[in-house]
């Protein structure tokens, strides 16, 4: 296994090491949560940077990365709701368009079509990952400040990730 498909692997493995940190009353424990996320998150850009840079990009790698990078923000999600930090119908929308849009390149894949990630894409990610992370914060500091700034975040991190969704179904329609 080459190094950008073990560094997606290590963002898989943290992501049970997260939730563990996320949701239980350790000392400390959202201040790791937090690390381990940011961890998780530097790992998705720097795999696939690897990947490409080395000419090691793999079918394995293919599959895993977008997999991974499903399941962290899945489970921050998740967490996030069972926390009382956001409402559920924010976990449901990111989450059921991810579902939408993995459907999606399914189908196109059967049609001989890979759908790689769009800008777009790439910016719903950002914004996720960014909402998710002054969330978390939001819980060691408690200023006004950074509980709007959190909630906010996580709205943009929602219309952007509506937006990209309507794009890939856009631009790749399916042909029934």
């Not at 940190?21 to 690390?35: F, K, N």
């Not at 850009?45 to 080395?54: E, P, T, V």
């Not at 719903?124 to 960014?130: E, F, N």
């Not at 975040?153 to 969704?165: D, P, R």
């Amino acid at each position: 296994m080459n190094i950008p498909n073990k560094l997606t692997m290590l963002r898989i493995i943290l992501v049970p090491v997260f939730v563990v940190l996320m949701l239980t009353r350790i000392p400390y424990g959202s201040t790791l949560a937090a690390v381990i996320f940011m961890i998780a998150a530097l790992t998705d850009s720097l795999d696939g940077y690897l990947a490409r840079k080395w000419k090691q990009v793999t079918r394995l790698g293919a599959i895993l990365d977008p997999l991974a990078d499903k399941l962290l923000i899945t489970a921050a999600l998740i967490s996030l709701v069972e926390l009382g930090r956001i409402p559920g119908w924010i976990a449901i929308v990111i989450i059921g368009r991810e579902f939408a849009v993995t459907g999606l390149r399914l189908v196109k894949a059967e049609e001989g079509i890979i759908i790689s990630a769009s800008k777009m894409g790439k910016f719903k990610t950002i914004s996720q990952v960014t909402a998710v992370l002054l969330i978390i914060l939001q819980n060691l500091y408690h200023p006004l400040a950074v509980l709007a700034l959190g909630q906010w975040a996580m709205y943009i991190a929602v219309i952007i990730t509506i937006v990209s969704g309507i794009e890939y179904f856009y631009k790749n329609k399916i042909n029934y």
